[in-house]
């Protein structure tokens, strides 16, 4: 059924908006246990990452989904998650150790604002350092630049959780990590997980905008340009027919009814002709 979709769709368009951001921007170094793989009898593995602001531009942008690059495939079941966000009293390379548990002390500026918080498991297929579409937390948190520096918590109190690595970067100015709470002695600033971001424009944006160009790999592929074209179009038709979470965009294809523009973790068909009426309403 999607594929029939997906061909009369592409021939109309012959005849807002998210991207997606791995950061850290220094690239893969080492698949590690941190933070999904560290658990231990009485423990509450607790990791603190902070990202620096400039990553993400000048203006505000929704977070509505982050993702993780395992190392290695098979079912793991989690347990109960909890990733919160907020901003930091700490840059890159300067993070305490964490208190543990959910709360952001000693790191945060003010109160955390839970952007994940349930039982998770996953089935992993596709592994390595680039492999970013089947271990993702999908939420909600709008943030600032302008207030400071992002930080991320995650918490995840499994004590038999041990198996599960992802891929890191080296410490940088763009982004470090602390943990506490694991199998592993606490530390900081010596490593930081890399994040994948699905990242929507707040206000003022052109929704159906979605990219610069339309072949993979090339700069500009997922980077909205303020301008709505044919290249959009076949973006969107790309991260679809991949099965990508930015596709997500409704619970349903009636305009006027509830859930009509509000994701719902679930890729169908009604994405498809949502975005083709948005993309057909122009900006």
């Given at each position: 059924?999607?594929?029939?979709?997906?061909?009369?769709?592409?021939?109309?368009?012959?005849?807002?908006?998210?991207?997606?951001?791995?950061?850290?921007?220094?690239?893969?170094?080492?698949?590690?246990?941190?933070?999904?793989?560290?658990?231990?009898?009485?423990?509450?593995?607790?990791?603190?990452?902070?990202?620096?602001?400039?990553?993400?531009?000048?203006?505000?942008?929704?977070?509505?989904?982050?993702?993780?690059?395992?190392?290695?495939?098979?079912?793991?079941?989690?347990?109960?998650?909890?990733?919160?966000?907020?901003?930091?009293?700490?840059?890159?390379?300067?993070?305490?150790?964490?208190?543990?548990?959910?709360?952001?002390?000693?790191n945060a500026a003010g109160a955390m604002s839970t952007f994940y918080d349930a039982p998770t498991a996953f089935t992993i297929t596709?592994?390595?350092?680039?492999?970013?579409?089947?271990?993702?937390f999908n939420g909600s948190f709008v943030y600032d630049p302008a207030q400071g520096d992002l930080l991320i918590e995650i918490v995840?109190?499994?004590?038999?959780?041990?198996?599960?690595?992802?891929?890191?970067?080296?410490?940088?100015?763009?982004?470090?990590?602390?943990y506490t709470g694991m199998r592993f002695s606490a530390n900081a600033n010596i490593n930081a997980t890399r994040f994948d971001f699905?990242?929507?424009?707040?206000?003022?944006?052109?929704?159906?905008?979605?990219?610069?160009?339309?072949?993979?790999?090339?700069?500009?592929?997922?980077?909205?340009?303020?301008?709505?074209?044919?290249?959009?179009?076949?973006?969107?038709?790309?991260?679809?027919?991949?099965?990508?979470?930015?596709?997500?965009?409704?619970?349903?294809?009636?305009?006027?009814?509830?859930?009509?523009?509000?994701?719902?973790?679930?890729?169908?068909?009604?994405?498809?002709?949502?975005?083709?009426?948005?993309?057909?309403?122009?900006?």
């Amino acid at each position: 059924m999607k594929k029939s979709v997906i061909g009369f769709v592409a021939v109309a368009a012959l005849a807002g908006s998210a991207s997606a951001q791995v950061f850290p921007t220094t690239g893969h170094a080492a698949s590690n246990f941190i933070p999904f793989g560290g658990g231990i009898a009485g423990g509450v593995p607790t990791m603190h990452q902070v990202f620096d602001d400039a990553l993400f531009g000048t203006d505000p942008v929704e977070i509505t989904s982050i993702g993780f690059s395992p190392g290695l495939t098979g079912f793991f079941d989690l347990g109960q998650v909890t990733i919160s966000m907020g901003y930091s009293a700490f840059a890159p390379g300067s993070l305490a150790i964490p208190s543990g548990g959910v709360g952001g002390a000693p790191n945060a500026a003010g109160a955390m604002s839970t952007f994940y918080d349930a039982p998770t498991a996953f089935t992993i297929t596709l592994s390595g350092s680039e492999a970013w579409t089947e271990m993702r937390f999908n939420g909600s948190f709008v943030y600032d630049p302008a207030q400071g520096d992002l930080l991320i918590e995650i918490v995840q109190p499994s004590e038999t959780a041990t198996a599960l690595h992802v891929s890191r970067a080296a410490p940088s100015g763009e982004s470090t990590r602390s943990y506490t709470g694991m199998r592993f002695s606490a530390n900081a600033n010596i490593n930081a997980t890399r994040f994948d971001f699905d990242l929507q424009p707040v206000g003022g944006g052109c929704d159906p905008d979605l990219t610069t160009g339309a072949i993979p790999g090339q700069p500009g592929f997922g980077v909205p340009n303020g301008v709505l074209n044919n290249d959009d179009f076949f973006y969107y038709l790309f991260i679809f027919s991949n099965n990508d979470p930015a596709a997500d965009l409704t619970t349903g294809a009636i305009a006027g009814q509830p859930g009509y523009g509000v994701p719902n973790g679930i890729i169908n068909n009604d994405d498809f002709f949502y975005y083709l009426a948005i993309f057909a309403a122009g900006c």
